[in-house]
């Protein structure tokens, strides 16, 4: 839909320029006054001027311009397209003018616009925070404003507060005024040229490390008092990303300072507020010493994707929403390539064909949608927020990257970087700026991929390769899923040689690479690969000949083959077996997946047989590895071991396994990569006592870390009375960041699930009206996984079709879809046991 014919979007007749905004908090109150002052041009002559505006009380707008000034009537509102249009009784000229309008609102506790939050510190004092989410449509939240990417202007702003408290924005502090009644007024300097959606304000009880100079900026890690000692690792992670993008982009970084807050109650991973972003305290706060290495790789990816952004999204922007998908999914490509930079023995691509697999689960369902697609209203908007734009639309770009090569695409990269600094772009920007300097027809190619849903099965059968779309199941409806790729493939032979490159097209392709061959060579293609069956039996011979993102990628594809019954549960044993002695926590983790899945679709005269191939798979891998780790011994062994208790521990039914976890967890605190394993372990065993522990831990957590093990470690629990005494929790105690995801946990457990839904049901009224938008969608995450009981199966479906969640329904849509396809895997799995 064009600009002009889209209700949702502001006429084009007025055009902001500056904005000076003047806030002052009541943060106990929970309420704020403010005023707006914009400067803008006047395009042509209008009598009424819109902007957007939600839940705030508008006084009339003042129009000074030209040597008059113009002053409106009341207000009006319009609730769906949450604007406000003001009239005027005199013509309003064109040219240059400013606009000024008085306004009062709610500080929420939804965590979007201007919201609050409480946290307690190590003294057991309750302090209380206001903050800001503004991304996607909520600035308007705050500050009436013209709250759409394209209206790029800069942003002066000015917070009146009390006096003891820390405030900060997206540029450096240029004058503080004492008012001498316990107040204080903090001016910033004014932005660069942005969007709305960047604008960014944080006022609470909050401390700062000392500035460090990064290539000439002051880079800072701001954080809630007492938890300065677990800034290290931002702040180093911070500083290498900061370099790291400077030189990749050839650009300098384009704010005037660099802050990095850490929020206790927050809707995403982070913000990327320019100079100013925000994070969830699990992705900025961490003890290196007690932490995983999942928990460490978690603090340094999203300090490298939010950092991306502050070129690719900041810098050079989106036109309209449609495009949000390459600001976050080149960001997502960034964060690995940084975070591989940073920590080479981290392996990041390697886990990052889990992430993409877990898109690509996702993909291969009906109910999927193109990368990029028509977006009207805020509720589309919050459907572009998931797997598809994040992991799909990274592993699209990493896949693109390794078919033109490494140098080539960064310098098309920095090509359109420089071109379209402070401007707005739609998607063939790029693919041009990519064309200009490959010479490869980029757009074709990249438009199969983000213009349709789905993606392609490439088989190799015959020395041939050919393309079929990959679906788990036959349509029932309409399918997003589309007819065709250009499919950049790369294949190997396993007896040596460089990799072929393909451009597959319609028509098969002759491979000449001596078999046996590799397809997918070096892992990063979006696809799945199929071989015929004797191929498929020499590579699972051969495991240890492909490197470790071929082999991860090998399992998951097997995995997702035999999900959608094309293929057999003793190819996919074959190539779980393949993997050996190979110290890799991805394959495992896909089969630990795998395993668990089957566990949910055998009969219970079936499982013993299954157990015993679980114990058969992962009890050499433990014998092998042990408890302790070995001198010398890399991180990621240890995160393979904690992959291998928790398995053996809980689907292994290994009795030794589980008395270590209960000997482990009574001796004392929980470190590392063991502690999630351990606690999995234990709370499958459902003794009440634990359950009342593992409360008390989480909340005099030491970190954001321990506590989330713990939160997330309620949902293990096979007590259907334990289950839904933590889903109560959701409603009145947990942290609403974090309620929807452990109503999902909880859903998934498969003991406990099926009564957790239901409960859920009975609340979903207080779903609706208490979950922020874009997190209903969550609550719904364990729905695939009911696969036990048609009718209840029935009844789940039945359910979510009337029950809609708004922008997130898409994600509800395929969890029932996936519960359906479960359901024909559990019948093909039962009969082949």
């Not at 990799?499 to 397809?519: I, M, N, Y």
């Not at 395993?595 to 679980?614: C, K, P, W, Y």
Request: with cysteine; hydrophobic share 40%.
């Amino acid at each position: 839909m064009s600009t002009t014919k889209n209700p949702y979007r502001l006429a084009r007749t007025v055009l902001p320029r500056a904005y000076r905004i003047f806030l002052t908090p009541d943060i106990e109150g929970a309420t704020f006054a403010g005023r707006v002052e914009i400067d803008v041009d006047v395009v042509e002559p209008v009598r009424s001027i819109t902007l957007h505006a939600k839940d705030l009380e508008l006084g009339a707008m003042t129009v000074s311009g030209g040597g008059a000034t113009h002053r409106s009537g009341p207000v009006s509102h319009d609730a769906t397209y949450q604007t406000a249009t003001f009239g005027f009784e005199d013509t309003v000229p064109a040219g240059e003018a400013t606009l000024e309008i008085a306004f009062t609102g709610v500080l929420n506790d939804q965590l979007t616009g201007f919201y609050r939050s409480t946290f307690t510190d190590t003294e057991g004092t309750t302090h209380t925070i206001a903050t800001t989410q503004f991304e996607h449509s909520d600035a308007r939240q705050a500050f009436p404003c013209f709250d759409e990417p394209s209206f790029k202007a800069t942003f002066q702003v000015n917070l009146t507060v009390p006096s003891h408290l820390a405030t900060y924005s997206n540029t450096a502090e240029v004058s503080r005024v004492d008012l001498g009644n316990g107040q204080k007024t903090v001016s910033y300097a004014p932005t660069m040229k942005m969007s709305t959606y960047l604008v960014a304000f944080v006022i609470g009880p909050f401390e700062e490390t000392a500035a460090v100079d990064v290539l000439g900026t002051p880079l800072r890690v701001v954080y809630p008092v007492g938890k300065g000692h677990l800034v290290d690792l931002a702040m180093e992670a911070g500083k290498f990303a900061l370099t790291f993008f400077s030189r990749y982009f050839d650009i300098p970084y384009p704010g005037d300072k660099l802050d990095m807050i850490a929020i206790p109650d927050f809707a995403f991973g982070a913000m990327e507020n320019l100079g100013c972003i925000t994070y969830r305290e699990t992705a900025l706060l961490v003890n290196p010493e007690t932490a995983s290495l999942a928990e460490k790789q978690r603090v340094a990816e999203v300090v490298a994707h939010e950092m991306a952004h502050m070129w690719f999204g900041d810098l050079v922007t989106m036109e309209w929403w449609e495009g949000i998908w390459l600001n976050e999914a080149f960001a997502t490509f960034m964060e690995v390539l940084c975070t591989n930079a940073f920590r080479p023995q981290w392996k990041m691509w390697v886990d990052f064909g889990i992430q993409r697999d877990l898109a690509l689960q996702i993909d291969g369902l009906h109910s999927t949608r193109p990368i990029e697609y028509e977006v009207i209203s805020p509720d589309d908007i919050r459907g572009m927020f998931d797997v598809l734009t994040y992991e799909k639309g990274g592993s699209v770009l990493r896949m693109l990257e390794q078919y033109l090569g490494e140098d080539v695409f960064r310098d098309g990269i920095r090509h359109y970087l420089r071109k379209h600094s402070y401007a707005n772009t739609v998607t063939t920007d790029l693919w041009d700026a990519l064309e200009e300097k490959s010479g490869q027809p980029v757009r074709a190619l990249m438009n199969t991929f983000i213009l349709q849903g789905g993606h392609p099965v490439v088989t190799l059968e015959n020395a041939t390769i050919s393309q079929s779309p990959f679906a788990y199941g036959p349509r029932d409806g309409e399918s997003a899923i589309g007819e065709k790729w250009i499919v950049p493939v790369l294949t190997r032979s396993l007896e040596g040689g460089a990799p072929s490159r393909h451009l597959l097209e319609d028509t098969p392709l002759a491979v000449t690479d001596a078999a046996p061959v590799v397809v997918n060579a070096g892992g990063s293609g979006v696809y799945r690969t199929r071989y015929a069956s004797g191929d498929l039996a020499v590579l699972a011979g051969r495991l240890g000949e492909l490197d470790e993102l071929e082999r991860a990628t090998l399992v998951a594809d097997s995995w997702a083959l035999l999900f959608a019954g094309q293929s057999t549960w003793a190819d996919f044993l074959a190539v779980a077996r393949g993997m050996g002695t190979q110290n890799e926590p991805a394959p495992w983790t896909t089969i630990a997946t795998a395993m668990d899945f089957a566990s949910r679709a055998v009969t219970d005269e079936q499982r013993g047989r299954l157990t015993a191939i679980v114990h058969d798979l992962f009890a050499p891998q433990l014998a092998r590895l042990g408890w302790e780790p070995s001198p010398n011994e890399d991180e990621r062994t240890g995160q393979l071991r904690g992959v291998i208790l928790g398995t053996l521990g809980t689907l292994g039914a290994d009795e030794s396994v589980r008395a270590e976890a209960r000997r482990r967890f009574e001796a004392g605190p929980l470190e590392g990569d063991l502690a999630r394993s351990i606690l999995r372990v234990v709370a499958s065993e459902g003794r009440s006592g634990d359950y009342a522990f593992f409360l008390e831990r989480r909340r005099n957590a030491a970190t954001p870390q321990e506590e989330q093990r713990y939160l997330w470690a309620l949902a293990d629990f096979p007590v259907t009375a334990l289950a839904l005494d933590a889903a109560e929790k959701c409603f009145s105690e947990f942290r609403l960041q974090d309620a929807a995801i452990e109503l999902g946990l909880l859903s998934r457990n498969r003991e406990t699930g099926p009564d957790v839904w239901r409960y859920l049901v009975s609340r979903w009224d207080d779903v609706m009206n208490d979950f922020p938008p874009n997190y209903r969608g969550r609550v719904a995450s364990g729905v695939g996984t009911f696969i036990a009981d048609d009718d209840f199966a029935a009844e789940v479906a039945a359910f979510h079709a009337s029950h809609s969640v708004g922008g997130e329904q898409r994600h509800v849509d395929q969890q029932v879809e996936r519960l359906r396809v479960g359901l024909a895997f559990r019948d093909a799995l039962r009969a082949s046991f």
